[in-house]
């Protein structure tokens, strides 16, 4: 891994953009973090594949190119823990969503924030952005605490927001926006 390119955001942690040779790992790492994954992540299913990952990342690498998405990989070391994404990026209206996961043995040691302020940072300054959002399910307690950890203000509770193919979920809307994101960073 030393010889991609890649962000240091805390000490261990990087962030890496994409590449198709990570699908394996990526296709591993959610694998074996399945039941932790599953309950919130409706697009983490048990015939996942790593052609389907690769997938994935060539699209995510295409919505790069087209300024529709961006996407990191999350490590710990030399070991893949997670991502971190922008997607619904509307350049017309300068606003994106931020999502992420992390691994279970990750968790709860501010890698996750860490990752949110930083893309903040990078969709704000480099792309140019205004607003931000996060779309949590008001179950996933840590989620939620990443949002509002990050600086994200709570916006409202979808009632109902999303099918899981069993139950609708409820689903908590947070919004971050740039002149907010510039006062946090000035103290």
């Known amino acids: 891994m030393h010889y991609r390119p890649s962000i240091t955001i805390l000490s261990k942690v990087t962030l ?4 198709l040779q990570m699908a394996k790992a990526l296709f591993q790492t959610i694998q074996e973090n399945f039941s932790h994954l599953s309950r919130f992540l409706d697009f983490i299913t048990e015939d996942m594949t790593v052609d389907e990952e690769k997938s994935y990342l060539k699209m995510m690498i295409q919505h790069q190119a087209e300024q529709k998405g961006q996407l990191f990989l999350i490590y710990y070391e030399d070991t893949l823990i997670g991502t971190i994404d922008l997607h619904k990026i509307d350049t017309k209206n300068s606003k994106a ?49 990443v949002a509002r950890n990050a ?8 009632v109902q927001d999303t099918y899981d193919g069993k139950h609708y979920r409820d689903m908590n809307r947070y919004r971050l926006l740039k002149d907010d994101f510039d006062l946090s960073q000035d103290h």
Do not use: Q
């Open 16 to 19: 890496v953009p994409p590449d």
């Open 97 to 145: 969503e931020v999502g992420y996961w992390i691994a279970k043995g990750y968790t709860g040691k501010r890698i996750t924030t860490a990752s949110v302020k930083f893309i903040c940072g990078y969709a704000f300054h480099h792309l140019g952005l205004n607003k931000l959002t996060i779309v949590a399910d008001v179950r996933n307690l840590a989620s939620n605490k």
């Open 151 to 158: 600086g994200f203000h709570f916006v409202a509770m979808d």
